[in-house]
């Protein structure tokens, strides 16, 4: 299993849109470092979701729902998403500033490429942060 970070900005889909309909395909993504990560997710992965805007914090966990396929969307076979389903909300979720202020995450990529909308983040760090959300 792999671990992932896909940020969102609430006023367009939130963690609770995803928790009210059980089921989303992950679409809209067209960096292109974003959408390499993208193709190596795997249905059964987990998946931290962060709000974006004014909020800066990770507030649920999700699962990959499916492997990668073609966004149906989009006309460029290039341009591929998944399916996330919920998994639960975080108790406490995790401001990004808290993340910063901690030295084990300075390598994360949430930290060090603010703008990258799909990252992998590694075991030991997924821990942490979900100790740090209780």
Do not use: C
């Not at 009210?20 to 960096?31: C, D, F, L, P, Q």
């Not at 995450?105 to 997924?126: D, Y």
Request: no cysteine; charged share 30%; hydrophobic share 45%.
């Amino acid at each position: 299993m792999a671990y992932w970070l896909l940020k969102t900005e609430p006023s367009e889909y939130s963690f609770g849109d995803l928790l009210r309909e059980k089921r989303t395909m992950w679409s809209g993504v067209r960096n292109a470092l974003a959408l390499q990560h993208i193709r190596k997710m795997r249905k059964g992965d987990a998946v931290l979701i962060y709000h974006t805007g004014d909020e800066k914090q990770i507030v649920g966990i999700a699962e990959v729902a499916s492997d990668p396929y073609p966004d149906p969307q989009a006309d460029d076979p290039r341009i591929v998403v998944v399916d996330l389903k919920p998994k639960r909300k975080l108790a406490t979720p995790i401001p990004l500033a808290q993340i910063k202020a901690d030295p084990r995450f300075k390598e994360l990529a949430l930290v060090r490429i603010s703008r990258l909308s799909v990252m992998p983040v590694e075991k030991t760090l997924w821990n942490a942060l979900l100790m740090m959300a209780g």
